[in-house]
């Protein structure tokens, strides 16, 4: 069955940089496009980040544009978000994200807290 498995999570300072990894099972990784969300204290889920099935085509959310780099690695089955210059807003469980089969898959989220 479909697996995400997130990690990379923690707390860092303002400034600071994270990369968290997505681990996928259960589907044909590079036929899927794959995307990364977040959810803050008292906020709905929000979007972050897509990436193509290839990798080479990838959108960002307006807050995290020119700080946050998502990736894929087909080999290894996984997805990362690479952090830079993360802000106390950037607070929040992040959530890996595949549709397949006409379902919405989720992973079960790693905390990321930007903090002094």
């Known amino acids: 069955q479909v697996q995400l498995v997130e990690s990379g999570g923690g707390l860092v300072q303002p400034g600071g940089s994270l990369r968290l990894s997505c681990a996928a099972s259960?589907?044909?990784?590079?036929?899927?496009?794959m995307k990364w969300y977040r959810q803050a204290p008292g906020k709905e889920r929000e979007f972050v980040a897509r990436i193509s099935r290839t990798g080479y085509n990838t959108n960002y959310a307006d807050s995290v544009k020119g700080r946050f780099t998502i990736s894929r690695d087909k080999a290894e089955n996984t997805m990362y978000l690479q952090m830079n210059s993360l802000k106390p807003e950037d607070t929040a469980v992040y959530y890996c994200?595949?549709?397949?089969?006409?379902?919405?898959?989720w992973g079960q989220g790693t905390q990321v807290t930007v903090s002094s």
């Open positions: 994200n595949v549709l397949y089969s006409g379902r919405e898959y």
């Open positions: 259960g589907f044909t990784f590079s036929n899927y496009i």
